[in-house]
């Protein structure tokens, strides 16, 4: 059904006359609590869960593309790398978290073992962080659906949750 339908419900998160260069995207991974096996791992939180990528449009705060989940005990750098997600990346500014370094993205600045953050590093953090919030609020909007909070799918039925509730977030946000 969603593989029907799921085209005809898609948005177009592109304002007309933007150019790819001026479009901010978020990127960030969350955990999902899984009961299939073969999907998760055992991760921080002790359950088995699943790692998901999500790519969010900073202004709009549409879910702009979902990965395939990876074992919860993945690494967001590493789950970044291996997701594909890079490609629908192309021109685009893409923001991430202190778990994305040497992936290509922009990340805050770190401190550095006796050397503080200079007073410009920390208004970037700042700004960083205010932005990245966007994301961890979409999150919170997505696990209101009892789906995700334990999903029991099994297979790829994780994925294509996934998929769903970021069209009905999209929905949402569009009516």
């Not at 339908?5 to 960030?28: C, F, H, M, Y």
């Not at 999907?39 to 900073?58: E, K, L, P, T």
């Not at 997505?142 to 996934?162: E, F, N, P, S, T």
Request: aromatic share 4%.
């Amino acid at each position: 059904m969603i593989q029907r339908l799921g085209p005809l419900l898609a948005l177009e998160p592109v304002r007309a006359g933007t150019d790819a260069t001026d479009r901010l995207w978020i990127v960030d991974g969350t955990l999902v609590p899984v009961r299939d096996r073969n999907v998760g791992a055992s991760s921080r939180d002790y359950r088995f869960s699943a790692n998901v990528q999500v790519i969010v449009d900073a202004e709009t705060r549409l879910v702009m593309a979902a990965a395939r989940p990876v074992p919860g005990n993945t690494a967001d750098a590493k789950a970044w790398r291996d997701s594909g997600l890079a490609d629908h990346c192309e021109g685009v500014t893409v923001l991430g978290d202190g778990a994305y370094i040497n992936t290509g993205l922009i990340v805050p600045h770190r401190k550095r073992p006796g050397r503080p953050l200079l007073k410009g590093e920390e208004e970037d953090n700042a700004q960083h962080r205010k932005v990245r919030a966007r994301v961890e609020h979409t999150f919170s909007r997505m696990k209101d659906y009892k789906i995700l909070r334990d999903c029991r799918q099994r297979g790829d039925g994780l994925h294509h949750a996934v998929q769903a509730v970021a069209r009905m977030h999209n929905l949402a946000l569009a009516a």
